[in-house]
């Protein structure tokens, strides 16, 4: 096994320890606020995780413009209905319907990046969405009756958000392909994206009609899980991606 795909195997499994911290968060602040909190704090960790590290805090002009758009398409709208599929499906079916981003990733490298998919990979693909319609569909089971589980109707919703949030990562990564074949500094990058998007959803602040409903900033408890979902899912998962990639 190559290197890069132990680095993606990584983000995969950080991802998935991001969306267990993320469901009562979620839940408390609702999809923009939640994204708020987390696009700050991802952002301090990846400053901190750059000092650290010795990292570069530079980047090419010609990469800012698909780092921007990979930020607006990616981070803003993909994880917007990332979380709200997380509300009314629970982390584990809207982590099944995300797993749909590597195979709509590979058919729009295909598509637009002129990439050659081979029989075995064609296959992957089809076993990948294969086995997540089974997930969803054979899924609920007795022993599974969980508050992660519970589903807020109309069902449909939930896997449109799913799919938009899926289909919003694929095209994100793909447009940071370049970027990441350049040896951009993945941190700085990360940094960039979050930063990006954490300014958007900020400036939806005067205009959220929820924002009566939660406080401006979260207890001891969701700071903590705020914490940990922006480490395994913006900041920490977010490179081992971009190392992948």
């Given at each position: ?15 998935t ?63 917007y ?7 009314r ?16 990733a ?8 002129d990439?050659i ?81 954490g ?47």
């Amino acid at each position: 096994m190559a290197l890069a795909h132990l680095f993606a195997l990584g983000a995969a499994l950080s991802w998935t320890l991001a969306s267990l911290f993320s469901h009562q968060a979620a839940l408390r602040f609702g999809s923009l606020h939640f994204n708020r909190l987390r696009m700050l704090a991802a952002a301090i960790l990846l400053v901190i995780m750059i000092a650290l590290t010795g990292g570069n805090f530079a980047l090419p002009s010609s990469f800012w413009l698909p780092v921007f758009l990979s930020s607006i398409v990616g981070v803003v709208l993909g994880d917007y209905f990332l979380f709200v599929a997380m509300r009314r499906l629970g982390p584990r079916r809207t982590a099944i319907l995300f797993a749909a981003n590597a195979p709509i990733a590979a058919i729009l490298g295909w598509l637009f990046l002129d990439e050659i998919l081979s029989g075995l990979q064609i296959l992957a693909i089809l076993i990948g969405f294969a086995g997540i319609c089974c997930a969803i569909i054979y899924g609920k089971r007795r022993d599974l009756l969980h508050i992660w589980e519970a589903i807020t109707p109309p069902l449909w919703i939930g896997i449109a958000a799913g799919c938009l949030a899926a289909s919003g990562q694929a095209v994100g990564v793909l447009l940071l392909r370049p970027v990441m074949s350049a040896g951009s500094d993945p941190m700085f990058v990360g940094l960039i994206r979050v930063s990006i998007a954490g300014l958007v959803f900020w400036l939806t602040w005067p205009f959220d009609r929820r924002k009566s409903e939660h406080p401006l900033m979260p207890d001891i408890k969701l700071s903590f899980l705020i914490l940990a979902n922006g480490f395994f899912g913006l900041s920490f998962g977010v490179f081992l991606l971009l190392k992948a990639l």
